[in-house]
Nanobody
């Protein structure tokens, strides 16, 4: 009943920008921390950025100063503004959220389907 739907991926040249969106929907009681992860071919999934329900953010060193994470709590949506993109940013980007569903007292982590970001050099 709870799902995360991502959008905004695509192909962009190095130095360009892209904005990712991820909306949580379903029988949600509350949404806690939300974040973005990415996985390049042959590599493990890594944290890109997270944002708490109180808008406290944390970024991977590789994206600091270039990416900005934000959220709209009224829409249960998290965004990732990606500027000054580099070839090494190429990966599948996954949305993640800790969500307390209405049917449980225990929050759980949910993942989006992933969206491809390709940066050409």
């Amino acid at each position: 009943q709870v799902q995360l739907v991502e959008s905004g991926g695509g192909l962009v040249q190095a130095g360009g920008s892209l904005r990712l969106s991820c909306a949580a929907s379903g029988s949600i009681f509350s949404v806690n921390t939300m974040g973005w992860y990415r996985q390049a071919p042959g590599k493990q999934r890594e944290l890109v950025a997270i944002i708490t329900s109180g808008d406290i953010t944390n970024y991977a060193d590789s994206v600091k100063g270039r990416f900005t994470i934000s959220r709209d709590n009224a829409k249960n949506t998290v965004y990732l503004q990606m500027n000054s993109l580099k070839a090494e940013d190429t990966a599948v980007y996954y949305c993640n959220a800790e969500i307390l569903p209405v049917w449980s007292r225990i929050p759980d982590n949910y993942w989006g389907q992933g969206t491809q970001v390709t940066v050409s050099s």
